[in-house]
């Protein structure tokens, strides 16, 4: 059974920085391409960022890219969300995610398995 694991989510004033971590257990970290994905009240579920199996390549939706980082370590079975410059708009549910793909998706339905989520709050 793989469970993952959100960690670190909380209230931050916008323009402050947070980090979200997910801890992998069930399968071979290593073999999955992991994403990040946010959930706003009353909106679609929204691909945030992902990583490449080997950590190599990364990829962020428009709306975060150059603010967030996302990272892994496979020896630790661990998977990193760096937000910084948080805006409001940032509030909601993020969730963690894996996919069996060999290549990074952006798509949810891609993505297999799931988290139970982490709140990260923006005040403005």
């Known amino acids: 059974q793989v469970q993952l694991v959100e960690s670190g989510g909380g209230l931050v004033q916008a323009g402050g920085s947070l980090g979200l971590s997910c801890a992998a257990s069930?399968?071979?970290?290593?073999?999955?391409?992991m994403g990040w994905f946010r959930q706003a009240p009353g909106k679609e579920r929204e691909f945030v960022a992902a990583?490449?199996?080997?950590?190599?390549?990364?990829y962020f939706a428009d709306s975060v890219k150059g603010r967030f980082t996302i990272s892994r370590d496979n020896a630790k079975n661990m998977v990193y969300l760096q937000m910084s410059s948080l805006k409001p708009e940032g509030t909601a549910v993020y969730y963690c995610?894996?996919?069996?793909?060999?290549?990074?998706?952006?798509?949810?339905?891609?993505?297999?398995?799931w988290g139970q989520g982490t709140q990260v709050t923006v005040s403005s």
């Open positions: 990583i490449s199996r080997s950590g190599g390549l990364t």
């Open positions: 995610a894996s996919s069996t793909r060999t290549v990074i998706r952006t798509s949810s339905t891609e993505y297999n398995y």
């Open positions: 069930g399968r071979t970290f290593s073999s999955d391409v």
